[in-house]
Nanobody, 115 residues
Framework: EVQLVESGGGLVQAGGSLRLSCAAS????????IAWFRQTPGKDREGISC???????HYADSVEGRFTSSRDNDKNTVYLQMNSLKIEDTAVYYC?????????WGQGTQVTVSS
């Protein structure tokens, strides 16, 4: 059974940093893409970062230059380093894995940025 578990969320002041983790289990090999999304109440889920199967990384304009995604294939874990956090980054953050025709979501982790 494939499972994704996010961790690392919390409360941080504006300008601070957090690192989120997304631990994947149930996969064999590393032939899957991982993406980070976030969602605030009343809004659609927003894609903010993606690491493809071959290691290419893409970012949304809203986080480019502040957030960094990385992947540790030995640990089957993907990280999202978030720096220079803004109040508008407050959201529930989710990771999503895509392999072949299947996609899997984690349960989400809350990130709250205060002034």
């Amino acid at each position: 059974e494939v499972q994704l578990v996010e961790s690392g969320g919390g409360l941080v002041q504006a300008g601070g940093s957090l690192r989120l983790s997304c631990a994947a289990s149930g996969f064999t090999g590393d032939d899957y893409a991982i993406a980070w999304f976030r969602q605030t109440p009343g809004k659609d889920r927003e894609g903010i970062s993606c690491i493809t199967e071959n290691g290419k990384i893409h970012y949304a304009d809203s986080v480019e230059g502040r957030f960094t995604s990385s992947r540790d294939n030995d640990k089957n874990t993907v990280y999202l380093q978030m720096n220079s956090l803004k109040i508008e980054d407050t959201a529930v953050y989710y990771c999503k894995a895509v392999r072949l025709l299947s996609e899997y979501w984690g349960q989400g982790t809350q990130v709250t940025v205060s002034s």
